[in-house]
């Protein structure tokens, strides 16, 4: 009686909510559909599992059916199936690719999710099986159209033989693989390794499974032999990021000296005649120079002396303008209109700069205007300059020459006796006057580090 009952609230229940076609089931009324449904609803949710079984066109099964009452079949074009009540079993064939459920209702109740697959498919499935256990994977399971593999990775040779794998094999596998905590640190400490050895410092990886990302900016990503040399090693994906840019800045440290020759000859060396280490020399200055060095300078005439030594902190991308020099006034010539009026004209060194990221070092863009008096005229004072604009790639903490100006300046220089040259109105006839040419030599070394924020 009691089965009865129950078999006739499940009937009710399912043909209420679903497609399925249930047998060994009695009629019922309306009445009892409004009742069953809340009942057999949370018998079902609490005691139903799954099981999925995965077949070949024609291929046959049998599956235990102990403590089952009925049984409703999903998609009979799909399978086909025949209970024994004898031996208590269910016989399941495949008619035709594609899925079906077979839900048997007993105790407990079950769900079983049928795949029917061409032969083909079917031993495709079963030959990956055995090679991902030749490999060491144990827990291997067909689940329909797809091979389900779990487990945890230890090391770095299986790591790899495992990610081929998948890579060649991505549309029939399932991963739910991991690697454990040491091995994740130790391709993660590969990566971060040849990325330092290539003076990029901006990168950072995650675990996720087997998965490892790792973020970078563009610049670096727009190197792609670099980019694919790694993914390939270490089987990592990479994307852009601008975390790195908008965090990092730079210290741009220069020393801007002059080499000047008194006796009216041309300059014919610069640093590299010299005997010196650019990292030593913007930091010391002519200190630097070995005593060789001293020595050709002092033969030849030559001077050196420091003008300035700026630094700044910038960001990348970001303009930068070092002035040395000052603002000079000069009188503009009067007219019948206005009167004169002064002005003011900058003389000195005008350097613009900008610093981008280039691959694996930095690209310099610059300008510089050297401009100077040159005298006085019914117009006022004339300034005279050179202009030069250019490019160039540095690496971090690897100082380069920039960019060298030369000049040359014509000065009056008067010479007179002592005594004699001050005697009034005769003393003109014992002072002489002469032009005194300077050769110069402006030269910049420039430094680019990383300035750690506090």
């Avoid at 190197?223 to 852009?240: A, L």
């Avoid at 990092?248 to 060396?269: A, D, F, P, T």
């Avoid at 020459?401 to 004699?420: R, V």
Wanted: with cysteine; net charge positive.
């Amino acid at each position: 009686m009691l089965e009865t009952i129950f078999n006739l609230l499940i009937f009710i229940f399912y043909k209420q909510f679903s497609n399925f076609r249930s047998h060994f089931l009695p009629k019922s009324s309306d009445f009892v559909k409004i009742f069953s449904t809340i009942v057999v609803s949370s018998l079902f949710l609490n005691t139903a599992f799954a099981t999925t079984i995965t077949l070949s066109k024609g291929q046959v099964t049998e599956i235990k059916g102990s403590n089952v009452n009925s049984f409703a079949i999903g998609n009979k074009e799909v399978i086909s199936v025949k209970f024994n009540k004898v031996l208590n079993k269910f016989r399941v064939k495949g008619l035709m690719q594609g899925f079906s459920e077979l839900k048997l209702w007993g105790s407990p109740h079950k769900t079983i999710k049928i795949y029917v697959l061409s032969k083909s498919q079917e031993l495709k499935l079963r030959d990956l099986k055995q090679e991902l256990t030749s490999i060491g994977l144990n827990k291997v399971t067909i689940k329909g159209r797809k091979i389900l593999i779990s487990g945890i990775i230890d090391s770095f040779s299986r790591y790899r033989l495992i990610k081929s794998f998948l890579h060649f094999n991505k549309d029939h596998i399932l991963d739910d693989l991991k690697m454990t905590e040491e091995l994740s640190r130790e391709i993660i400490a590969r990566v971060y390794k040849d990325f330092f050895n290539e003076f990029y410092d901006e990168v950072s990886c995650s675990t996720q499974g087997i998965y490892i990302t790792c973020k970078t900016t563009n610049s670096i990503l727009a190197n792609s032999s670099f980019i694919k040399n790694i993914e390939k090693k270490y089987y990592v994906g990479f994307h852009s990021s601008n975390t790195f840019s908008n965090i990092s800045n730079y210290l741009v440290e220069m020393r801007i000296i002059q080499i000047e020759k008194l006796n009216g000859s041309e300059i014919n060396l610069g640093l590299s005649e010299i005997n010196v280490n650019l990292k030593n020399f913007i930091k010391k200055g002519a200190s630097s120079i070995a005593e060789s060095g001293h020595i050709t300078l002092k033969k030849s005439g030559i001077n050196i002396s420091t003008l300035a030594t700026p630094k700044a902190i910038i960001k990348l991308n970001s303009p930068l303008e070092i002035k040395i020099g000052s603002e000079i006034p000069f009188s503009s010539a009067a007219t019948n209109n206005s009167p004169s009026q002064v002005k003011w004209k900058f003389a000195g060194l005008n350097i613009n700069l900008k610093v981008e990221r280039e691959n694996n070092q930095f690209l310099v863009n610059y300008k510089t205007a050297l401009t100077r008096p040159i005298g006085q005229t019914s117009k006022g004072i004339q300034i005279n300059g050179n202009r030069q604009k250019s490019s160039f790639s540095i690496a971090l903490n690897r100082p380069v020459q920039i960019f060298e100006i030369g000049l040359k300046t014509n000065d009056k220089k008067e010479g007179s006796l002592p005594i004699l040259g001050d005697i009034p109105i005769l003393g003109n006839i014992f002072k002489s006057k002469s032009d005194v040419q300077t050769h110069k030599k402006i030269i910049a070394i420039v430094n680019i580090s990383k300035k750690e924020n506090l």
